[in-house]
């Protein structure tokens, strides 16, 4: 927290509901001073490999108690999201979903972005979600863009110096660097945030 972020993200889903609540506490109470928001979790949100279990879904009841004894500024939520998931997409538990919304009045979090139906961000953001998680595609495209630039070359005849770091039209990672970008424009406008900072 020291090191100038202005939010942090406790995941205590793994601990027991007190001791997630208390050390969320902890948290909130030290982040405050240094001004910084703190995102907490209710709901375990299982990974691709996992068999969704309906005791990692988030309990609305228990997101508002947590929230109102915690004080987080964001809640991330498990209402069918899954993490690392490329080849397909999950289903959102709808009820549960607008459940939470009603009774906690933060923004939510959902984590799995990768996953998560285009088609749906909308519907999701009217019910309360303000922050979308997305790492797997991001690290996908620059592998992806990586392989590709590389099958391209005679690794045997190159100079590897103009392939890695040299700035260069050749320069692998600044090609799988403009992927990545080029991806994350397409996510900020799915999720509606295009130019919404002033530069």
Same mark, same amino acid.
């Given at each position: 927290m020291r090191l100038g972020f202005n939010c942090v993200m406790f995941d205590g889903s793994g601990l027991a509901l007190e001791d997630n609540i208390e050390s969320a506490?902890?948290? /909130?109470?030290? #982040?405050?001073k240094l001004e910084i928001d703190v995102e907490g979790q209710v709901g375990r949100i299982p990974s691709?490999?996992? @068999? *969704?279990?309906?005791?990692?879904? !988030?309990? =609305?009841e228990t997101a508002a108690c947590f929230v109102h004894? !915690?004080? /987080?500024? #964001? +809640?991330?939520?498990?209402?069918g999201n899954v993490h690392? +998931? *490329?080849h397909k997409e999950?289903?959102?538990?709808?009820? @549960?979903l607008e459940k939470i919304d009603?009774?906690?009045? *933060? =923004?939510l979090v959902m984590h799995g972005g990768t996953g998560f139906p285009d088609k749906l961000i909308k519907k999701v953001i009217n019910k309360g979600v303000h922050k979308f998680n997305v790492g797997t595609i991001l690290k996908k495209v620059f592998l992806e863009? +990586? @392989?590709?630039? +590389?099958t391209q070359k005679d690794l045997d005849r190159i100079n590897p110096q103009e392939l890695i770091d040299s700035t260069s039209e050749r320069d692998i990672l600044k090609? #799988?660097?403009?992927?990545?970008?080029?991806? *994350?424009?397409?996510?900020?406008?799915a999720y509606g945030s295009a130019g919404k900072v002033k530069m």
């Open positions: 506490k902890e948290i /909130v109470k030290q #982040a405050t691709q490999k996992e @068999r *969704i279990n309906r005791d990692f879904l !988030t309990d =609305p004894q !915690t004080g /987080v500024n #964001a +809640l991330a939520i498990s209402v690392m +998931l *490329i999950f289903s959102v538990d709808w009820q @549960r009603k009774l906690v009045s *933060i =923004p863009e +990586l @392989r590709k630039n +590389l090609k #799988a660097c403009s992927s990545i970008k080029e991806t *994350i424009k397409t996510k900020l406008e």
